[in-house]
């Protein structure tokens, strides 16, 4: 079991040194969805077996005793988080060979998504601070590659701001880990909570600022989250829905990390009133951009408060709703986008202004759009409904009645924008006329429309099946919060 | 921990803070080493006390290798970064003939409306005026 739980970071890198010699298109695309696919098996095989009640499984690489080795930590947060992930990159990665943009004619495409993809995986299985640092600096280098690839100058210029925002994260990421090392001792995540606790509280409280900075900013939380409207939108849509949907959650799960591993409930009520504005103010943004692209960027924003506020609210409802959200908004979001890129390629632009009609010529499109938008905003009995509401009853029971007022207004604005979405893109009369003789715009995007009907039908299976995973999160939350059971598991590896 | 290291260490960080602020994608580029580095000076002199090599069979007081195999990872993907940042000024450089960063097209749109918007309420039937 434990040789499984490295594989969704070993494939991925493994399968990138092949594709870098493997130039040829067709093998290209062959080796890394297998290598994919393979990644996907066995994260869910791990998954399985932590779902009832498998025990914390550690890998220890390299076989060294103790502190010393770097350890891969698989919970049933870390799991089902590596699952999701994999799940929406293998359908982007199928929705972008559809596509054949610019990017995925490069031959450099491939290779580096898969750096991107072990990238993330390592960043969930991460079991100390300086291992979690380097994944989040493979996932962000091909990151930065992915941004920039066609080399327009719109690319250019957003990809700088991108680069520069996040080379200032992974400072003070490392300058957080280095004092943490100084202070402690160890960059063991096991091994941190005891040490942690022995500090004065101003060290304390000085190391958890910068991780929360750092993390912050990956995340996209107020006052942190201007980099990220500005670079999104330039990528191909491919691109822009695999970092809308995954990246910014990894900055949340590590968010999750620090305010229940290594610093549990502390600095809560900064949290909340983060999570609030944020949601507050990404919601603004979103009402007052006419790009679709634009919307969407901003509430990515806005979502990532409903998830901090419920980290902040804290207690196992709490994180148990939080959790849920994460499952639920990763692949809402990706097919949001993805939806929004078949709409580009067909109109040439993603501007209410330029699109309209597109319900009269593809209703298939219109539900893809229309499932997870309403899911987004919260309608019942989408997936969104139960996230929100569980996020909203936890917020209540612990008697945070501003955080969850916000909460709720955010909604409404949410389905507003999403509405203004629906109005302009696909109601109203079919434009441009010389298009209107071309219905069935999906069925000649094949692909994009397979990899867009994954997401959105696995989005509607987590909604059918919601009993089961809720109990899930909530085991998965109790199991987060049980610190001491963290600790034994991967002392006693 | 030698103060001398820590001096250098602030002396770092003002000085690629400073460049980091620049709109010139090569003083940005040259900021990001300076703070690079300061980071890593920061790692060193904080993480570990001076000893000999620490190699089996040795004896004696050791250096903590740990904060040095650190710093060496940071440095490699320090040098990666700013190799990546060096390409993006030139790929700039080539097409624009500059390497500044440029406004944001969309943002400048938005606070053209904003503009509009607060003209028009000035002014009011703007419309019916000209027409």
């Given at each position: 079991m434990s040789s499984l739980v490295a594989l969704p970071v070993l494939i991925p890198l493994i399968a990138a040194a092949v594709l870098l010699i493997a130039r040829h298109r067709l093998a290209q695309r062959i080796i890394s969805l297998a290598a994919l696919i393979a990644s996907l098996t066995a994260s869910i095989i791990v998954l399985v077996d932590l779902w009832t009640d498998g025990p914390v499984t550690v890998v220890r690489l390299g076989g060294?005793?103790?502190?010393f080795a770097i350890t891969m930590v698989a919970d049933r947060l870390a799991s089902v988080m590596v699952v999701v992930a994999l799940v929406v990159v293998t359908a982007v990665l199928v929705y972008a060979m559809g596509q054949g943009s610019a990017d995925e004619k490069s031959s450099f495409y491939h290779p580096v998504y898969m750096v991107m993809a072990a990238g993330i995986s390592q960043a969930f299985l991460a079991g100390d601070l300086f291992n979690l640092f380097v994944a989040f600096e493979i996932l962000l280098m091909a990151s930065y590659v992915l941004l920039t690839l066609e080399g327009t100058n719109a690319q250019i210029r957003s990809g700088t701001t991108y680069v520069v925002l996040n080379v200032i994260e992974s400072m003070v990421l490392v300058v957080a880990v280095g004092l943490i090392f100084a202070a402690t001792g160890t960059v063991n995540m096991a091994e941190l909570p005891e040490r942690l606790a022995a500090l004065p509280d101003g060290v304390r409280t000085g190391l958890q600022l910068l991780l929360l900075l750092a993390f912050g900013i990956k995340a996209a939380?107020?006052?942190?989250?201007?980099?990220l409207p500005d670079s999104y939108p330039t990528a191909p849509s491919s691109v822009s829905a695999v970092f809308a949907g995954l990246l910014t959650k990894v900055g949340v799960y590590c968010l999750i990390r620090v305010q229940t591993?290594?610093?549990?409930?502390?600095?809560d009520g900064l949290v909340i009133a983060v999570g609030a504005l944020t949601m507050l103010v990404g919601v603004i943004g979103a009402i007052s951009h006419k790009d679709m692209k634009r919307i969407l960027s901003f509430h990515i924003i806005s979502q990532i408060g409903y998830m901090v506020f419920g980290l902040g609210v804290g207690g196992p409802a709490a994180i148990a709703a939080t959790i849920f959200y994460l499952i639920h908004h990763i692949p809402v979001k990706t097919s949001l986008f993805l939806v929004e890129g078949i709409v580009a390629r067909d109109s040439?632009?993603?501007?209410l202004d330029a699109v309209s009609g597109l319900a009269r010529r593809s209703p298939w499109l219109a539900a893809l759009f229309l499932v997870p938008a309403l899911s987004l905003a919260g309608?019942?009995?989408?997936s969104g409904f139960l996230a929100k509401f569980a996020i909203v009853r936890a917020g209540f029971e612990d008697g945070q009645y501003l955080g969850v007022a916000v909460a709720i207004v955010v909604s409404l604005l949410t389905l507003v924008s999403m509405v203004k979405i629906w109005v302009g893109a696909?109601?109203?009369?079919?434009?441009?006329?010389?298009?209107?003789?071309?219905?069935g715009l999906l069925r000649r995007q094949p692909l994009m429309a397979v990899g867009t009907t994954v997401i959105v039908v696995s989005s509607l299976a987590i909604a059918v099946a919601a009993g089961p995973f809720y109990e899930f999160a909530e085991k998965a939350a109790r199991q987060t919060l049980d610190i001491a059971s963290y600790i034994s598991a991967v002392r006693s590896s | 921990m030698s103060i001398a290291l820590l001096v250098l260490v602030g002396v770092l960080f003002a000085a690629g803070t400073y460049s980091l602020m620049e709109r010139s994608l090569t003083r940005i580029a040259l900021g990001v080493g300076v703070l690079g580095n300061g980071v890593n000076v920061l790692i060193v002199a904080v993480g570990s006390r001076p000893g000999?090599?620490?190699?089996?069979?040795e004896q004696g007081e050791f250096a903590d290798p740990l904060p040095q195999a650190l710093v060496l990872t940071a440095i490699v993907i320090g040098f990666a970064l700013l190799t990546f940042l060096l390409a993006l000024a030139w790929r700039n450089w080539t097409i624009t003939d500059n390497d500044e960063v440029e406004d944001d097209v969309e943002d400048r749109l938005v606070a053209s409306r904003v503009e509009r918007n607060a003209k028009s309420t000035d002014v009011p039937h703007a419309e019916d005026v000209s027409q």
């Open positions: 060294w005793p103790g502190e939380v107020f006052p942190l989250f201007f980099w591993l290594l610093f549990p409930g502390e600095l040439g632009s993603s501007s309608l019942p009995p989408l696909f109601w109203g009369d079919v434009e441009p006329v010389d298009r209107v003789g071309a219905v | 000999r090599a620490p190699i089996i069979g």
